[in-house]
């Protein structure tokens, strides 16, 4: 009597996490969700020396502060730094494209590409840190 018991208590407790697992919102399996980010392989440059990079970007909904998509480009000592635009955190994958200004120092061909996904968490106190959620760096060509 006592093992049937014992049994049906475990068999019970084992259903209701699973239950609690898939149902829940926000529960173990939606947390993990990765944050991603890529660069693209080609980027664009004008010819008054304006960059344009894409990509795409993954990020958890469960994010709370605004979370910011930034890169660069560089050959040699020349580089182009890109101020990123808002990411939109629905666990969904995005595309981004973002465009600097001229006066980079960069020319058409091969350059060195980053992108950055960075949160802006506010949960340590006033003042917002920047958190670097993922990274990609890669080879890019730059194209007319």
Known sequence: MINAR?????FTACIAAALAVGLVPGSAGAQFAPDTITIAPRGQIAKDGTITLSGTYRCSSLRSGPVLIGSNA???DARAEIDGALATCDDRVHTWRDTTEPDSGLAPGAARGRAALIHLDASNGFVPLPVI???HEREVTLRR
Request: hydrophobic letters at 35%.
């Open 133 to 135: 959620l993922n990274t």
């Open 74 to 76: 560089s050959q040699g």
């Open 6 to 10: 014992r049994t049906m208590l475990i």
